[in-house]
């Protein structure tokens, strides 16, 4: 087994996933035949290979940076419009802090 | 006017010879999506007044005697994973159910500053996780040609639009074969450009080293024509390339002969179906306009699926993290505290493929695993864009199937995820080297089912693969 469903609880959590009893034990299921199935790339030799963390990039390191002047951006009105929960022009969430 | 298998030559022809309007053309193509789309689910919204303004605006540029621009009244489709602005943009999850963006994606405002009027948003899989369409919140999607089969997917209602003729051409993204596997399976053109070739800015992140936008269409000249109008560099997307858009239709010019095109054996190995009949049979047809092809080898093509599902849903599982409940619409009536709030939103919002890929990209990424997953599979990553990069040593262009099989059944793969996935082994190569590709039309199996032909070229050579393409399809007549 590479993943039991203690594990798969553990990854939900860091996740910040609810999974039911059934989702997590058939979660434990697929996700152990996958892993299993990526062991595959053990077999390769990349001692000697750099990690490709960049697709392509022809320019110079500074060629993406604008001019330095102001410009519009979205309004405040745009940017909450689409909130879960708003008021008094903010995000609402949950309680986060208690009063002593 | 046959609203359905109008190219944008003909767009254009029709409108400067005042055979039609922009804004008839486009009542027109509204209608008929109105009353074809309930075969197939293709379309989540049809973008009625928008479309007709835009349309308005083409016809007083011409009333101007102003030059309406190259896509000028043309439908075009916009997958739901590409955000427009004051049009609801679900990327087909119950999460953003409600979501209308505040912004344009680049490729929206560039089509429609051409002249493009959009007509619509396409349904997709689920954050474009997934190979059928069937991973939706608000339904599947249903194949044109045989209802009872999938469009592929991700993008398979874009796909599918054109396919059907209820959009000229299509906007769809790419990350392993989103675009090139539904326009195999519904018989049209689909094209992923170079990486940062388009502008990724108001595509919905799914796996930002992998994500393309790229076109749909029933010809390659009209797949090279809207690439045209929506490539080129983007200060709102710093992986955008700064490399100049060519006039890519104005190199449709026939000139194959004497290329050489490699065919990787390790994609045609096993390939003993009705899919590897028409792909030889493909291969014989551009062999009589003088491609020589000759056998290649990319060795590390065995281990693409793994790194591809370790880098895909690492990056997943960092750009799904902003969907908590809290900017983006949908929150969960349950859930008392800040955390429990968050798990329970997305628990109750995400479909059980997105969570899958999050489960998986937060394992590969977690203290102890990072090494031995995400780093490993950075490195398998270099040694694939390197085998691409060897084999462009001595060919000018790769051919290759799109995908193992026709168009599947509805429900037929849907409980076997490592299958699902297995079966994205010939396009999701290109994607890790970051290289254009596109599927093309090469016939139809006995049962009726499109196949399409995969051209692959070097970085940036997108010329050189729509020319490719476009003297095939002339070759052989498979486009609609």
Excluded: W
């Amino acid at each position: 087994m590479k993943i039991s469903e203690a594990e798969v609880r553990y990854v939900a959590d860091l996740a910040n996933l609810k999974l039911t009893a059934g989702e997590t034990a058939r979660m434990a299921r697929e996700m152990d035949e996958i892993l299993k199935y990526m062991e595959k790339l053990n077999e390769m030799d990349t001692s000697a290979v750099e990690p490709m963390a960049q697709v392509l990039y022809e320019a110079g390191e500074t060629a993406t940076l604008r001019a330095d002047a102001e410009r519009g951006t979205l309004t405040h009105h745009d940017a909450i419009a689409n909130a879960a929960v708003a008021g008094r022009g903010h995000f609402k969430v949950p309680k986060v802090i208690e009063r002593g | 006017m046959n609203v359905a298998r109008l190219t944008i030559d003909e767009i254009r022809q029709g409108l400067s010879a005042r055979r039609f309007s922009a804004a008839e053309l486009t009542r027109e193509a509204l209608r008929f999506a109105g009353t074809e789309n309930p075969k197939t689910n293709a379309y989540l919204l049809l973008a009625e007044e928008r479309a007709l303004a835009a349309a308005a605006a083409v016809d007083e540029r011409l009333a101007r005697g102003e030059d309406p621009g190259p896509l000028a009244g043309v439908p075009v489709a916009v997958k739901d994973v590409i955000l427009t602005r004051g049009v609801r943009s679900t990327c087909g999850s119950r999460l953003l159910a409600n979501y209308v963006p505040p912004y344009d994606a680049t490729a929206v405002t560039r089509l429609e500053q051409a002249g493009g009027v959009i007509i619509g948003k396409t349904n997709c899989d689920e954050f474009a996780m997934g190979s059928s369409t069937e991973n939706s919140a608000f339904g599947p999607t249903r194949n044109p040609v045989d209802t009872d089969r999938v469009p592929g997917g991700s993008s398979g209602g874009s796909a599918a639009v054109v396919a059907q003729g209820t959009a000229t051409v299509a906007l769809g993204s790419d990350t392993g074969g989103s675009i090139r596997q539904p326009a195999s399976f519904c018989g049209v053109v689909g094209v992923t450009p170079t990486y940062g070739r388009v502008s990724r800015h108001g595509l919905v992140a799914f796996a930002s080293s992998l994500d393309h936008i790229g076109p749909f269409a029933r010809t390659t000249r009209d797949a090279a024509r809207l690439l045209g109008v929506i490539a080129g560099r983007d200060e709102m997307d710093s992986t955008s390339a700064f490399a100049p858009v060519p006039d890519y239709v104005s190199m449709l010019d026939g000139a194959v002969g004497g290329l050489k095109i490699g065919l990787p054996r390790e994609y045609f190995q096993g390939l003993a179906s009705e899919t590897g009949d028409l792909i030889h049979r493909g291969i014989d047809a551009l062999k009589m306009l003088g491609c020589q092809p000759r056998d290649i080898s990319l060795p590390a093509t065995d281990y693409a699926i793994a790194c591809y599902y370790i880098i895909a849903t690492a990056e997943a599982s960092s750009n799904l993290a902003r969907y908590d409940g809290v900017r983006y619409t949908t929150r969960s009536a349950s859930g008392e505290t800040l955390i429990d709030m968050y798990r329970a939103t997305r628990g109750e919002g995400f479909g059980a493929e997105c969570k899958r890929r999050i489960m998986l990209g937060t394992y590969v990424l977690s203290a102890g695993y990072y090494d031995a997953y995400y780093l490993k599979a950075q490195k398998v990553r270099t040694l694939i864009a390197r085998d691409f990069a060897e084999a462009f040593q001595q060919v000018d262009a790769i051919l290759a199937p799109v995908s193992p099989f026709p168009a599947f059944r509805l429900g037929e793969k849907l409980d076997d995820p490592l299958e699902m996935y297995l079966s994205d082994i010939y396009t999701i190569t290109g994607d890790l080297a970051g290289i254009p590709c596109m599927s093309v039309p090469c016939g139809k199996t006995a049962a009726g089912l499109p196949v399409g032909l995969q051209i692959l070229t070097n970085h940036f050579n997108e010329a050189g693969m729509f020319r490719l393409a476009d003297a095939f399809e002339k070759e052989t007549d498979h486009a609609l």
